[in-house]
């Protein structure tokens, strides 16, 4: 499959436990997005990255979420002392232009 | 204000109906515009790209009014396999916005037989 993939797919953890998510964009595609959709909402923008730097920052991205693109490939996201509004989709999306966006399963969080 | 607003329906309609949906944005200055598909608990996919000179894909049809900030995305001929969550977005791609997409809340459509 050579699309966006994302890991785990669910995750359910406690309330103030850390955790980390994964995305492996498109193998060529340079711009990776992190959003954030929770239910019957559109998904909100969190974090932008070309190649290796982090470019853009949502106001969503408190300072308990960071994010890192290491190499220019993958990309984790990760949450400190989760809590319970933190429970949602994280979408992880790249693309080699400016427009269209494509977009990986999501990694479903719940925080109990 | 919301920047891209929807109406969330649901709108139900029978196999065959022609159904509308309607978006406004808010930033006068965005470039890029999209209708995405969004089946149950999947990732958003892209329908089709929005231009102001209008542009159909099949049975779908999409139209800008730049001067109004509107988006408008049509139906005809409503299958089954239509119903989904319709997602209207804008891409700032001008400027310092790095192509960041802004979501509509989505409007639910459900066909039924």
């Known amino acids: 499959d050579t699309g966006v993939s994302q890991d785990p797919r669910h995750k359910i953890t406690k309330r103030g436990q850390n955790v980390t998510f994964r995305c492996d964009p498109i193998?060529?595609?340079?711009?990776l997005y992190w959003y954030r959709q929770t239910l019957g909402q559109g998904p909100e923008f969190l974090t932008y990255?070309?190649?290796?730097?982090?470019?853009?920052k949502s106001r969503l991205l408190s300072d308990r979420f960071s994010a890192e693109r290491p190499k220019g490939s993958f990309s984790t996201l990760e949450i400190q002392r989760t809590e319970q509004g933190d429970s949602a989709m994280y979408l992880c999306?790249?693309?080699?232009?400016?427009?269209?966006?494509?977009f990986g399963p999501g990694t479903r969080l719940t925080v109990t | 204000r919301k920047e891209v607003e929807q109406d969330p329906g649901p709108f139900n309609v029978p196999e065959g109906a022609t159904v509308a949906f309607n978006c406004t944005y808010s930033n006068s200055a965005s470039q890029s515009f999209f209708w995405y598909r969004q089946d149950c608990r999947k990732e958003p996919k892209l329908l089709m790209s929005v231009y102001s000179s209008g542009n159909e894909d099949g049975r779908f049809t999409a139209q800008l009014n730049r001067a109004s900030q509107y988006i408008s995305l049509l139906i005809r001929d409503s299958k089954l396999s239509d119903s989904a969550t319709y997602l209207c977005v804008v891409n700032d791609a001008g400027g310092t916005s790095y192509g960041k997409l802004t979501f509509g809340q989505g409007t639910i459509l459900t066909v039924h037989p």
């Open positions: 999306a790249s693309t080699k232009g400016r427009y269209e966006q494509y």
């Open positions: 990255f070309q190649n290796e730097a982090q470019l853009e």
């Open positions: 193998s060529e595609h340079n711009r």
